[in-house]
Each structure stands twice: as C-alpha cells, then as structure tokens.
C-alpha cells in the first residue's frame, strides 16, 4: 500500500472507525452510514489496494460475524447488531487474515478493560459497556499490522 490511492482508502477506513468509536461510546449503537461507508470503502479498495483475492474479503465477512451472530443467537445479548454488521463489514475490507487479527485484539483488549473495571469496583460481573471501540482498534492494528501478525 504504498501509492496515494491506498493511502487515502485506508485513511478514510480509519477516519469511519474512528467516527463508529465515538458514536457507540456516546449513543451505545453504531449508525448504518459507517456500516455503508466502510462497504463502499471494501468496493473501492478493490483498485485502489489490489493484491488481496475476493474470496478472503468474503471470508473475512464472513468468519468472525459469523461466530458473533452464532453467539448472539444462543446467547442473547452478547453482541449488538451493529457490532456484527461493523465486523461483516470491516471482514471485507480486511479479508479474513486480519479479521480474525482484529478480533483478538478486540476480545483481548475488551478483557482487559473489564478486568480493569472489576479491579476499581467501577462494575459489577454484568455490567455492559460499548464493544464497538474495541472492534474499531483491533479492525485499525489488523489494517496496520495484520499481515504480519497472520503471516
């Protein structure tokens, strides 16, 4: 990625994440336009960032919103809907690599700040906070460093 064109993508994909964290860390939901732009950023990413195959990106759909749908259907409330949307599409423009990249460091991430929550006595066991932050850092570090990480 090292003409401007795939610059300005990955750029734009970082600016919607960072829109995405701020909206669910005030408003507890993440609004469908970020779900679209970054859909619209995996459609152009496809000439401005060639070399990875359309198969992974639909894999990277697929494999990690999968398992949180999956997950939430069993147990509900595990995830939110705009948490498994922002994972579909973030999947896609990733590909399936870094997608699963970007959701360990969301799961490890999130653990960590419950735990910090926990320690402080801030919430209980049940308490619920917003997973969209922690999605949005790892779907920005799996950008970043993904393809080393699952290389």
Same mark, same amino acid.
């Given at each position: 990625?090292?003409?401007? !064109?795939? =610059? ?7 600016? +919607?994440?960072? $829109? ?6 005030? !408003? ?7 779900? @679209?732009? =970054?859909? $619209? ?11 990875? $195959?359309?198969?992974?990106?639909? @894999?990277? *759909?697929?494999? &990690?919103?999968?398992?949180? #749908?999956? =997950?939430?259907l069993v147990f509900p409330g595990?995830? /939110?809907?705009?948490? =498994? !949307? #922002?994972? @579909? @599409?973030?999947?896609?423009?990733? /590909?399936?690599?870094?997608?699963? +990249?970007?959701?360990?460091?969301? &799961? ?5 700040y419950a735990g910090y929550l #926990?320690? &402080? ?22 950008l970043l460093f993904g393809a080393?990480? *699952? *290389?």
């Open positions: 990625m090292t003409d401007w !064109k795939g =610059i300005l993508t990955a750029a734009a994909f970082l600016a +919607v994440l960072a $829109a995405a964290s701020f909206w669910d860390i005030t !408003k507890r939901e993440i609004p469908d336009g970020c779900h @679209a732009a =970054i859909l $619209a950023l995996a459609a152009v990413s496809l000439y401005t960032m060639p070399g990875m $195959a359309v198969s992974s990106r639909l @894999a990277g *759909a697929v494999c &990690v919103s999968g398992c949180m #749908l999956l =997950i939430t595990a995830f /939110g809907g705009g948490d =498994i !949307k #922002l994972t @579909a @599409a973030g999947g896609l423009f990733l /590909g399936w690599r870094a997608a699963l +990249v970007s959701m360990v460091i969301a &799961v490890f991430s999130a653990g960590c #926990l320690v &402080v006595k801030r919430a209980g066991r049940s308490a619920q906070f917003a997973f969209g932050p922690f999605l949005c850092l790892g779907m920005a570090l799996g080393q990480c *699952a *290389a």
